[in-house]
């Protein structure tokens, strides 16, 4: 029996008072070790909202979230929890080589170690070029797939991305999604993916929707 590394009850999350907005109306489900997950949706149905739960980034309006086999909301970044952001999410005054080695680095690895590590993944994801480069100097999409090897660094058992190839064109799209296929399988981690892009939701076996702010799980993924 796989670890449950999340598992969420009656989840709700509202932005304001007053008139409050609604991001999630209602989400229960478990995440397991080894799950492939493609959580779809239109635009502004909570999706990023979820992540950021999963992530322990926000805290739930109501219902309760965990991490049974991680620990808790404390213990997951950086280490067993990571998380690609849809937008510019590289730290300004680092280089890619660097923002992509700090996982490792704040977790207290030895630079040497990070720093091997990270260039391998930047070669792997073709940046080899920009890896001193500043992020204002790099392309959006070359920014994205430094964000997604940052995500990858030091063997997370829980990986989330948030449209991770929004930026790119369909053959790098499915190149990154491979390429993120290999290191989840290898390091036994669990792999959720927000996605607009049907081309990448069809390759998980699992598709979760979010319709009306209200999550269904458990669907194979079928389009």
């Known amino acids: 029996m796989s670890d449950i590394l999340v598992r969420a009850k009656g989840l709700r999350r509202e932005f304001g008072n007053g008139s409050p907005v609604v991001a ?3 989400a229960t489900f478990e995440i397991h070790e080894g799950d492939r997950i493609a959580l779809v949706g239109p635009s ?8 950021h739960l999963l992530a ?8 309760v979230i965990e991490w049974p086999a991680l620990g808790g909301a404390g213990d997951l970044r950086p280490g067993p929890v990571s ?5 510019p999410s590289l730290l300004p005054p680092l ?10 680095l704040l977790a207290g690895g030895a630079e040497a170690n990070a720093t091997a590590a990270a260039q391998a993944l930047i070669d792997e994801l073709g940046l080899s070029e920009v890896a001193s480069k500043l992020p204002e100097e790099v392309s959006g999409g070359q920014a994205q797939r430094a964000g997604v090897a940052r995500a990858l660094m030091g063997r997370p058992r829980l990986i989330l991305a948030d449209e991770p190839t929004g930026q ?9 999604i491979t390429m993120m296929f290999r290191h989840v399988e290898a390091a036994g981690a669990a792999l959720v993916i927000a996605t607009h892009d049907t081309s990448v939701a069809e390759r998980m076996p699992q598709r979760w929707t979010i319709t009306e702010r209200k999550l269904q799980t458990g669907a194979p993924c079928t389009f």
């Open 56 to 63: 322990g980034l926000d805290r739930p309006s109501a219902g």
């Open 44 to 51: 502004g149905s909570g999706k990023t909202s979820l992540l």
């Open 95 to 104: 280089t890619v080589l660097e923002n992509v080695a700090l996982p490792v």
């Open 83 to 87: 998380i690609a952001f849809q937008g």
């Open 24 to 26: 999630i109306a209602e």
């Open 168 to 176: 790119l064109d369909r053959g790098s799209a499915a190149e990154l």
